[in-house]
């Protein structure tokens, strides 16, 4: 990240119009997970919204500005509150 936008939050990534992420549970891949942002999300066509199984692979939207900034949960099928990661765009 640049300038440093995440500070010590290790959970958050930085990223650009039209990258790709790939969101993958590690060692629980038979769990079923989706990522639930507090507003709009950054991401193209919904992607991580509904339940998938070990991994997703979804593309930054290319109306996100560099300085953007979006929370979001990761939701484990049959499990309680989740992490709090975020996504900043960069330039």
């Given at each position: 990240?640049?300038?440093?936008?995440?500070?010590s939050d290790a959970a958050c990534l930085c990223a650009k119009?039209?990258?790709?992420?790939?969101?993958?549970?590690?060692?629980?891949?038979?769990?079923?997970?989706?990522?639930?942002?507090?507003?709009?999300?950054?991401?193209?066509?919904?992607?991580?919204?509904?339940?998938?199984?070990?991994?997703?692979?979804?593309?930054?939207?290319?109306?996100?500005?560099?300085?953007?900034?979006?929370?979001?949960?990761?939701?484990?099928?049959?499990?309680?509150?989740?992490?709090d990661p975020k996504i900043i765009i960069s330039n």
């Amino acid at each position: 990240c640049e300038n440093n936008q995440c500070g010590s939050d290790a959970a958050c990534l930085c990223a650009k119009q039209k990258d790709n992420i790939n969101f993958m549970l590690i060692h629980v891949e038979e769990k079923m997970f989706k990522l639930k942002f507090s507003n709009d999300s950054p991401l193209a066509k919904n992607c991580g919204k509904n339940f998938k199984k070990g991994s997703e692979n979804c593309k930054i939207k290319d109306e996100v500005l560099p300085g953007d900034s979006y929370d979001y949960e990761v939701v484990m099928e049959g499990c309680g509150a989740g992490t709090d990661p975020k996504i900043i765009i960069s330039n």
